[in-house]
């Protein structure tokens, strides 16, 4: 009975329910589905590249974790500036520098920046029929936001690729294209 298809299927449909239980992921499909929520905040939020600001009591989703990596994985490009008094807040997590919006560099969303273990290393980006490498400096934070620290921006999305002006134009893309706009990419 051991060796049975029905108890194989069993075992791994028990093993499937683990992992996306260990990497926050619900069903056996490992959705990543929010894991709480953020009531937001006002203050002075940076609007340079068109940025969401909260909205005082809006509830925000919160995501530990980010969809599964493939070797195209699909996301959401947005733009943001890293320099000094751009819309991206505070120094680089990465590097705790700022970067000239002349640099290919991106954050990633919490569950790809997975604690830092890409910091400083390059992804590929492909859109528009074009592919570029961007360095990860920096985390778009999934879990925290409305605050100070966070420029009063809501916690990002988990699908999240945050582009400097440089990637979008490395990849052709300007004019009323440049906001948010569908990606693939993978680790170089």
């Not at 819309?87 to 560099?105: F, I, K, R, T």
């Not at 990860?136 to 409305?146: A, I, L, N, R």
């Amino acid at each position: 009975m051991a060796n049975s298809p029905i108890a194989m299927l069993f075992v791994l449909l028990i093993a499937s329910l683990k992992l996306c239980i260990c990497f926050r992921y619900s069903s056996i499909l490992c959705e990543c589905t929010p894991s709480g929520y953020l009531r937001g905040k006002t203050g002075h939020c940076n609007t340079e590249h068109d940025s969401d600001c909260c909205k005082a009591g809006k509830m925000y989703p919160q995501y530990h974790c980010s969809p599964p990596l493939t070797k195209h994985t699909r996301a959401t490009m947005t733009i943001n500036s890293f320099a000094e008094g751009g819309d991206g807040g505070g120094p680089s997590e990465c590097d705790n520098q700022y970067h000239s919006d002349d640099e290919l560099v991106v954050a990633l969303s919490t569950g790809w920046y997975n604690h830092g273990r890409r910091c400083l290393k390059n992804i590929k980006i492909n859109a528009n029929g074009n592919s570029v490498l961007a360095k990860v400096v920096d985390e778009c934070d999934s879990v925290h936001g409305c605050d100070s620290d966070h420029d009063f921006q809501p916690p990002c999305p988990n699908n999240i690729v945050d582009a400097s002006p440089a990637v979008w134009k490395a990849l052709g893309i300007s004019g009323s294209d440049v906001g948010d706009y569908d990606i693939t990419w993978s680790d170089e």
